[in-house]
């Protein structure tokens, strides 16, 4: 079974260490990163992260800023780690999408039960995303199907996991590097033919439908569904 891989962005490496040593014991995969612009790297080279903890007061990218870039792309769950009786941090942090707040000092077991909680709540959160409606695009991603205007069609594996990678990043450009990582699990080496073919095939499929992809020439694609 494959471990649930966590991110620790904290400058304190003792505190890093203590999280982790906790985490490690509940079987989480834990990284680390030193500073906010480490952190953020991280997130963007591992797809897989399921949880981020954050704190707030950091070199090079403060907690405010890793999260803001987060968000833009993401929404896995993100716990941020506050000095005590920062009330205005605390309210900034949710204004950004953070889902809980833990104050400096902290008890390592509760951390370790704040994170079970939060993850037990975004895995619940997630089933109710395994049936996605759009535009006339229904797709159920436990029985691998898609109907277009009640219609079904005929979607490979990567064109099935492409529709559905565009759709829950509906209106955030796409560039060929992201989608590759995150679709395709590999780097980008700058062979931009394997998404364009994949495309190309998934429009055709799609008919008038199609036209939600749209191109984003010197970069990527968009997904966009004008209401």
Do not use: C
Not at 66 to 75: E, H, M, N, W, Y
Not at 97 to 124: H, Q, T, W
Request: glycine fraction near 8%.
């Amino acid at each position: 079974m494959n471990q649930i891989k966590v991110l620790i962005v904290d400058d304190e490496a003792r505190l890093r260490k203590l999280v982790k040593d906790f985490l490690v014991r509940e079987n989480y995969d834990v990284l680390e990163a030193g500073d906010g612009q480490e952190g953020l790297d991280m997130f963007m080279d591992h797809p897989d992260i399921a949880l981020v903890l954050l704190d707030v007061m950091m070199p090079r990218l403060n907690g405010f800023d890793v999260l803001k870039a987060i968000r833009q792309t993401s929404d896995v769950p993100v716990i941020m780690l506050t000095a005590k009786g920062e009330e205005e941090d605390e309210l900034t942090g949710f204004s950004l999408g953070v889902d809980e707040y833990i104050s400096k000092p902290f008890s390592p077991k509760v951390l370790v039960a704040r994170v079970n909680a939060v993850l037990r709540r975004a895995g619940e959160s997630m089933d109710e995303q395994k049936l996605l409606s759009i535009g006339g695009i229904e797709m159920s991603i436990d029985a691998h199907e898609v109907m277009v205007d009640g219609k079904r069609l005929d979607l490979s594996v990567k064109e099935f996991e492409l529709l559905e990678y565009f759709i829950r990043n509906k209106g955030i450009a796409l560039s060929r590097e992201k989608i590759l990582n995150s679709v395709w699990d590999y780097d980008y080496f700058g062979d931009a033919r394997t998404i364009d073919t994949h495309v190309k095939k998934l429009r055709s499929k799609m008919g008038d439908k199609g036209e939600y992809i749209k191109t984003i020439w010197g970069m990527g694609y968009k997904f966009e569904v004008e209401e």
